[in-house]
T-cell receptor, first 112, second 114 residues
Framework: DTAVSQTPKYLVTQMGNDKSIKCEQN?????MYWYKQDSKKFLKIMFS???????INETVPNRFSPKSPDKAHLNLHINSLELGDSAVYFC???????????FGPGTRLLVL | DQQVKQNSPSLSVQEGRISILNCDYT??????FLWYKKYPAEGPTFLIS?????DKNEDGRFTVFLNKSAKHLSLHIVPSQPGDSAVYFC?????????????FGKGTKLTVNP
């Protein structure tokens, strides 16, 4: 059983398109996160949700909009995709805001 | 501004020997530190952590050492095994006793040769 899953695994799209990445965790965790790993390999937090409530928003362009329909899901919608959005996006979850984070396998986004 | 630095992009060691991965940080507010291991095409996996109230934490073959005055931590793997070959990320958090807002280093690619 996959604890934190993401779909799709790969996403290739044109500039200007709108796309969504889905994340689901079956660990019963309260907190979920989105990270971006850019071409320089830095892994940086974008958003954090606790019990469906946004608690961290790290100066991410408002083209990025996270949505948490329930505690087990945190989806990432990206509008008007730009070349610089090409990266690997990781979802993670933790039991509480203070506990160890468990990561999904990543979604490799390529914007052409 | 790199708050967590892993200055060695890669490290190669022989099976059975010790692997030492280093990490430096600049933010004195960091008080919780973690190491994650990442295989290609997978997400990072938690390995070991240490709170600033300790200077050492051990879990099997893995030991993390923290030198607060030097703002330096290291991960020791002994003995190293080929399956340890992966990218190792150091991470730090300013949250007391927690890991909510992790700041990651760029990672060090470890290769353990049989």
């Amino acid at each position: 059983d996959t604890a934190v899953s993401q779909t799709p695994k790969y996403l290739v799209t044109q500039m200007g398109n709108d796309k969504s990445i889905k994340c689901e965790q079956n660990l019963g965790h309260d907190t979920m996160y989105w990270y971006k790993q850019d071409s320089k390999k830095f892994l940086k937090i974008m958003f954090s949700y606790n019990n469906k409530e946004l608690i961290i928003n790290e100066t991410v362009p408002n083209r990025f909009s996270p949505k948490s329909p329930d505690k087990a899901h945190l989806n990432l919608h990206i509008n008007s995709l730009e070349l610089g959005d090409s990266a690997v996006y990781f979802c993670a979850s933790s039991q509480t805001r203070q506990e160890t984070q468990y990561f999904g396998p990543g979604t490799r986004l390529l914007v052409l | 501004d790199q708050q967590v630095k892993q200055n060695s992009p890669s490290l190669s060691v022989q099976e059975g020997r010790i692997s030492i991965l280093n990490c430096d940080y600049t933010n004195s507010m960091f008080d919780y530190f973690l190491w994650y291991k990442k295989y290609p095409a997978e997400g990072p996996t938690f390995l070991i952590s240490i709170s600033s109230i300790k200077d050492k934490n051990e879990d099997g073959r893995f030991t993390v050492f923290l030198n607060k005055s030097a703002k330096h931590l290291s991960l020791h793997i002994v003995p190293s095994q080929p399956g340890d070959s992966a990218v190792y990320f150091c991470a730090a958090s300013p949250t007391q006793g927690g890991s909510e807002k992790l700041v990651f280093g760029k990672g060090t690619k470890l290769t353990v040769n049989p």
